[in-house]
């Protein structure tokens, strides 16, 4: 059965600094992968998803993604985050539904 | 904004009620989902339906039931409910199972 891991449980950085949030699948197969991102207090948004093709994925906010699958790994990127980017994130693959990482909670501070 | 909208957005009942969460989308997709999130842990995966059958139960209790009525609706009717089983319940929703997954904003479950 496909799952995922998380490396880091808390990340906390400066506002401008450069981010990189690992993940990790155990499927060996074809996935489909997803970071989604969770506010304080709001729903699950998907922030990119690789299917097949360019396994450098760009999302929303300015986020990237890439896919390795020599390393079976899905990592996040964002080169200088802002303080709004303080939230939850959540790495996802999907072979037939959705399972989800542990998270990453970031703390960006001002 | 999201396109999969949860009624109701909190809720208080006893253990011994009996109530239903209400889901709805309209994007025309085909697999949806119910997930049961607890405070600062990721979405537990609870029932998956796909093209309106229930696709995967993954041995949730029977307290709680899936239904849906249409391609656009899913409900989870709860019944006899604990206190462990307060939670954020999420609804989400795909185009089919394996596409990318919207979510809504969740029905806040306390159990009394």
């Known amino acids: 059965a496909q799952s995922v891991s998380q490396h880091n449980h808390h990340v906390i950085l400066s506002e401008a600094a450069s981010l990189e949030l690992g993940c990790n699948y155990s499927?060996?197969?074809?996935?489909?992968l997803f970071w989604y991102v969770q506010y304080p207090g709001q729903h699950l948004q998907l922030l990119l998803k690789?299917?097949?093709?360019?396994?450098l994925v760009k999302g929303i906010k300015g986020f990237e993604a890439e896919f390795i699958k020599s390393k079976f790994s899905f990592n996040l990127r964002k080169p200088s985050v802002q303080w709004s980017d303080t939230a939850e994130y959540f790495c996802?693959?999907?072979?037939?539904?959705?399972?989800f990482g542990a998270g990453t909670r970031l703390t960006v501070k001002p | 904004d999201t396109e999969v909208t949860q009624t109701p957005k909190h809720l208080v009942m006893g253990m011994t009620n009996k109530k239903s969460l209400k889901c709805e989308q309209h994007?025309?997709?085909?697999?949806m989902y119910w997930y049961k999130q607890k405070a600062k842990k990721p979405p537990e995966l609870m029932f998956v339906?796909?093209?309106?059958?229930?696709?995967i139960n993954e041995s949730v209790p029977s307290r709680f039931s899936p239904e849906c009525p249409n391609s656009s609706l899913l409900n989870l009717h709860l019944h006899a409910l604990q206190p462990e089983d307060s939670a954020l319940y999420l609804c989400?929703?795909?185009?089919?199972?394996?596409?990318?997954?919207?979510f809504g904003q969740g029905t806040r479950l306390t159990v009394v």
């Open positions: 989400a929703s795909s185009q089919e199972r394996a596409g990318a997954a919207f």
């Open positions: 499927y060996g197969g074809t996935v489909n």
């Open positions: 690789y299917f097949s093709g360019d396994p």
């Open positions: 996802a693959v999907n072979e037939l539904d959705m399972r």
């Open positions: 994007m025309g997709h085909r697999a």
């Open positions: 339906y796909s093209y309106e059958k229930l696709s």
